[in-house]
């Protein structure tokens, strides 16, 4: 399991959560909050003063909380730098000071809470600390197993057997005709199944999703003719965005299977990435030759790739899938990424 | 079906992709030496392939099984109600579902890419044995037909079930009323109501209504025993409601 690599982390080894993302943001508010609650419950002489007694480490813990993840997260790099045992060094000293310096700063307006003994108070950001450090590494490990799961899972539902055979079928029927063709689409095929078969693990530039797409959409135009119709807006993608691997050809796939194939006349499929922000947006339209119901098939691979999109991102990346005017029309948005995080 | 030996037996390639269309034709052509064939046509659907059948004499079709609009297995189950339908070889590249439902009803199929020699034992099984039979195609359909065909003269006509506003059984057969006229089918009421029960509801033992066609529902107390008729819409048409199924007027409401 040693050699997986945890879910917001690309490079292989480093353990420490991602503090820009906001899963691991609340999930930290809400562990950090309970412990200070289970540190007040302790202190109190009666349940009564609980409360006040909550409200008084509450007020030297937000602070500290909210200041630590500000600063986790724009000093993330130099923690990755570090390695894994040194950054959770610093990661501690830093808290200490932190702490010091808010107690100095809130000293003489909370007593309650600021007023614990300076060691008092270094003891206890430490315990909270390293029990949210535990917390996150053993996450992270829990869901090690679950990501080599989705990964089996992905192989699965990226390629539909029917694609396979159909497509060597027309590449058969090619060769006699026009042997040109048949050539490029088995190198096409070469290409397609060379990334399907690879290490899928880390994530992938955009663009290169994109020519994926493109190549696969090459090998069913052979069988589909003019009945497909592409319609890419890819003028504002960043390029070099990162998404989770095999995303957006499994869903193109799909749309081409339940979209264009049982319509004898075809249809056309908008394939759109951009970025808006922070966010980077696809969104992926086509027919609904069946008269407007959502087709059940679908339901497979979008939650092979929604199951993919929360492994990766967390809270972070949304996926919105509807029938609307006689097409389905599924919207993807996720954190706009460059290098790995 | 069995031919006089002196004639050739007809063929027809019925498949949506063009590239399957070609490969097919090579490989006919491959077979002529052994088995002589004439292709008649070529058609892109299961419609195209029945309207093919309503023109020409066919004997074998090649039919594949994914293709749209009316699928192999519609078109097939169409077929087999002609007075002398042709023998069907199914082809399909995959298909978890109809795979399995064919080996257990004993269809013959064969999986693309198809080798030339399993063609060829096909066409000489398909010239040898007799026709597929309804029965082991409804049983091998996982879907509902979209259209109900009504043989006439010798052509099938195909009635979209969506047109369908009630079914209705007389003696031997089934009257079907679209809005511009009736036709006969030979099916029972029974298994009408089990294959597109969802969208009709029965008013009276020898009736089904399509949803959709329901108007309202009027007191009529002199023809119907539940003293409710159901009102057919764009027609004048009211069907009695019997006792039984009296319920169904207050589903409506």
Known sequence: MGNVASINQTAAGIRLPNFCNLGIMLRSLVLVNVLLAAAALARAPDLGAAGLEFAGLAAFGEPVLIVSLLVLCGARRWLHAMGYGVSIVALVAFEVLLAWIVRRALGAAFVQGAGLPFLHLAMLVVLVTAITLAYFDLRSRALAPAIAEARIQALQARIRPHFLYNSINAVISLIRSEPRRAERALEDMADLFRVLMSDNRTLAPIGQEVELARQYLAIEALRLGDRLRVSWRIDGMPAEALVPPLMLQPLVENAVYHGIEPSPGGGEVVIEVRREGPQLVLVLVNPLPGGGRSPAGNRMAIANIRERLQLHFDAEATMKSEAADGSWRVTIRMPYLTAPA | ?253
């Open chain 2, 1 to 253: 079906m069995t031919l006089a030996r002196s004639e050739v037996p007809r063929i027809l390639i019925a498949d949506d992709e063009a590239p399957a269309r070609a490969r097919l034709r090579d490989l006919l052509d491959e077979c002529r030496e052994r088995f002589p064939l004439a292709i008649v046509d070529e058609a892109r659907n299961g419609r195209e392939a029945l309207e093919v059948l309503n023109r020409e004499k066919v004997d074998i079709v090649l039919l594949d099984i994914r293709m749209p609009e009316i699928d192999g297995i519609e078109a097939a189950r169409h077929i087999a109600g002609m007075a002398q339908p042709p023998a069907i070889i199914f082809t399909t590249a995959f298909d978890t579902y109809a795979i399995k439902a064919f080996e257990v009803n004993a269809i013959d199929y064969l999986l693309k890419p198809i080798r030339v020699e399993r063609l060829l034992a096909a066409l000489h099984k398909a010239r040898a044995a007799s026709p597929v039979t309804r029965e082991a195609l409804d049983a091998a359909a996982n879907q509902p037909r979209r259209h109900l065909s009504v043989h006439e003269r010798g052509k099938i006509h195909l009635v979209p079930v969506a047109e369908i506003l009630y079914l209705r059984a007389e003696l031997k057969y089934v009257t079907v009323r679209t809005i511009e006229r009736e036709y006969l089918v030979e099916e029972s009421l029974t298994g009408l109501e089990e294959e597109f029960g969802e969208a009709f509801v029965r008013v009276h033992r020898n009736c089904l209504v399509a949803r959709a066609a329901v108007a309202g529902f009027e007191r009529n107390a002199e023809e119907s025993e539940s003293g409710w008729a159901v009102v057919i819409k764009g027609t004048h048409e009211k069907l009695p409601v019997s006792r039984r199924q009296h319920h169904v007027v207050k589903q409506f409401r």
